[in-house]
């Protein structure tokens, strides 16, 4: 069987609504394929299904169902919510398959269906790989016959379940009555619970990014749109806030004075009270290459160590799992913290920093800010034809960069997997030297491989 992936990328399959690979016969013949892969054994299989607010949602989630319902499997749907709900309610309900519907902080007009193993985990790259090759087979005699056809049903309560599960991640006996926090939705899939949630630990909630219509999902606003958010903390007064993203798997945050903090920071400070709890497990913490070297240097200095990986929050999730770490993520803002969740949870993740600050008494800007980081560049280079890093002149001026930044940054090349982009970072204790470097390396890539 072939190991090829075409369709599945490194968060499931994602693309434009209604155009290859999101369409209805893709979700139909994946429906079947994954309904097909899950069914074990002789009791009735069960796959979840959620989704976020995109307009396509209704019909890729139709097309799934059709799909899973014709391989025997029955169907669970629980609507809007976000992707960590998911994740939790697959194994809560000891459903055989999750399925979440989203592009998470892409447009509306792109779509995605991230897939959940048994365990609550994303699937692994083989699997997708299984299900992939069969989806290229004649599936018409391995289908359900008329009386095994599954069945659908709602269930009515999983948003009251996930804030439940969310709520319990908080410190028993601590409240968050007091404080006046912000929360932007992204006009996603956390519009209702994640307001819901901080409301009935105590907070005084100011929503924004909670109406969505379809089509305004991420639209200036958000996590990759935080402006809204830190505009709205310092308008109300508010002492905290909170920006997800359209699935919310990924948060960020503002302190008191409007000012944002991203991934690294919630990371270096979670690490950092946990290791002084005894919290932290394996006396690491697991990010991407692209994590800042602040947040490494600001570990170091409490005796535990950054293990990077790929970028990627699955990348992220398979090292802890392989090191029994228990916190992780992306500077982006997925944050993984496996002592509640098997995936990135936005709304636990803030709970998480909010515990911090209760424990504190100090405001969230004497707080939040663990390190001072490293001058730090990200530029985004088109290219035509093949991969232009395998190219001598790119890899000598790569030689010579690395050569430059020895012991006092780094630099990290890498090449999209949906788009023709080379991504160019660099980072070190000279921003003039950041931008020299990033310059070269850009310049060196367009020689080889101009755009017309």
């Known amino acids: 069987m072939s190991t090829t992936r075409t369709l599945f990328g490194t968060d499931g399959i994602r693309g434009t609504a209604n155009r290859t690979p999101m369409t209805v016969e893709i979700a139909q013949r994946l429906g079947q ?49 976000p992707t960590p709900a998911i994740a939790m309610l697959t194994r809560s309900l000891r459903a055989d398959l999750g399925v979440m519907i989203s592009a998470s902080h892409n447009p509306f007009e792109d779509n995605g269906i991230k897939l959940f193993g048994p365990d609550g985990f994303k699937l692994s790259d083989e699997t997708e790989s299984a299900i992939e090759a069969m989806m290229d087979t004649d599936l018409a005699a391995r289908l359900a016959a008329p009386a095994k056809i599954g069945r659908a049903s709602r269930l009515n309560d999983a948003a009251g379940r996930y804030i439940e599960a969310a ?59 935080p402006h809204a958010m830190c505009r709205a903390v310092v308008d109300n007064g508010a002492d905290f806030g909170i920006a997800l993203d359209g699935d919310a798997d990924r948060v960020l945050i503002a ?56 970028v990627g929050d699955r990348y992220v999730v398979e090292k802890m799992r392989e090191m029994g770490a228990n916190v992780g993520g992306e500077q982006s803002g997925h944050i993984v913290l496996s002592d509640f969740a098997t995936t990135g949870d936005g709304l636990v993740a803030a709970l998480q920093i909010l515990a911090v600050l209760v424990e504190d008494g100090r405001p969230a800007s004497a707080v939040c800010n663990v390190f001072t980081p490293y001058p730090q560049l990200l530029r985004n280079v088109r290219f035509a034809g093949s991969n ?30 949906t788009e023709p982009l080379i991504r160019v970072m660099a980072e070190a204790e ?11 390396m850009c310049d060196a890539i367009v020689r080889v491989a101009p755009v017309a």
């Open 388 to 417: 232009p890093l395998t190219e001598p002149s790119v890899l000598e001026m790569r030689a010579r960069v690395e050569s430059r930044l020895d012991g006092c940054g780094r630099l990290v090349l890498r090449k999209s997997g």
């Open 255 to 310: 302190d008191e004075t409007g000012r944002l903090i991203d991934g690294d920071q919630l990371l270096g400070l979670v690490a950092r009270s946990w290791a002084r709890q005894g919290r932290l497990v394996s006396g690491a913490v697991v990010a991407t290459v692209m994590s800042n070297m602040g947040l490494e240097r600001c570990l170091a200095d409490e005796g535990l160590r950054l293990v990077r990986t790929a």
């Open 33 to 81: 394929a994954a309904g097909l892969h899950f069914q074990r054994g002789g009791h009735r299989h069960r796959v979840l299904i959620g989704k976020d607010t995109r307009l396509s949602g209704y019909m890729i989630e139709s097309a799934l169902v059709a799909g899973f319902l014709s391989a025997g499997m029955d169907v669970t749907f629980v609507g809007p919510m």
């Open 167 to 225: 709520k319990a991640s908080f410190p028993r006996g601590r409240r968050l009555d007091g404080l006046k926090i912000v929360i932007d939705c992204a006009n996603g899939a956390g519009y209702r619970v994640a307001p819901t949630a901080l409301w009935e630990l105590g907070a005084e909630v100011i929503r924004i990014g909670c109406a969505p219509d379809g089509t305004n999902i991420n639209a200036d606003c958000g996590s990759t749109s």
């Open 430 to 440: 000279d921003a003039q030297l950041v931008e020299e470097v990033v310059s070269d």
